[in-house]
């Protein structure tokens, strides 16, 4: 299983990105997907997710009404829209993949496939 994160960069506060995350070697559709991020020194923390189906999605509240997750299962990819971007949204960005659940996981542990992750860097 390979999940390649890509559309990180450098913008300013108040910008907005677009992470993709391009996945190979599973079935896609059987897995629900979800985005983490990593600050230096910190612990990897949950940012959003999303069902296999696409129509159920869950949010950290620091990113609520900031940021959307969508997915192609067409072209077995998982997107993060993110704007009105923050200095704390300073981060490496991880997409992750796990079976399919009754209830979107939300935790590091419950994620079985990682990808290396891309660097967003907000300045101010």
């Known amino acids: 299983v390979q999940l390649q994160a890509s559309g990180g960069g450098l913008v300013q506060a108040g910008g907005s990105l677009r992470l993709s995350c391009a996945a190979s070697?599973?079935?896609?559709?059987?897995?629900?997907m979800g985005w983490f991020r990593q600050a230096p020194g910190k612990e990897r923390e949950f940012v959003a997710a999303?069902?296999?189906?696409?129509?159920?999605?869950k949010y950290a509240e620091s990113v609520k009404g900031r940021s959307t997750i969508s997915r192609d299962n067409a072209k077995n990819t998982v997107y993060l829209q993110m704007s009105s971007l923050k200095p704390e949204d300073t981060a490496v960005y991880y997409c992750a993949a796990t079976l399919a659940r009754l209830v979107i996981a939300n935790r590091v542990a419950e994620y079985d496939y990682w990808g290396r992750g891309t660097q967003v860097t907000v300045s101010s």
């Open positions: 999303i069902d296999w189906s696409g129509r159920s999605t």
């Open positions: 070697g599973l079935t896609f559709n059987n897995y629900d």
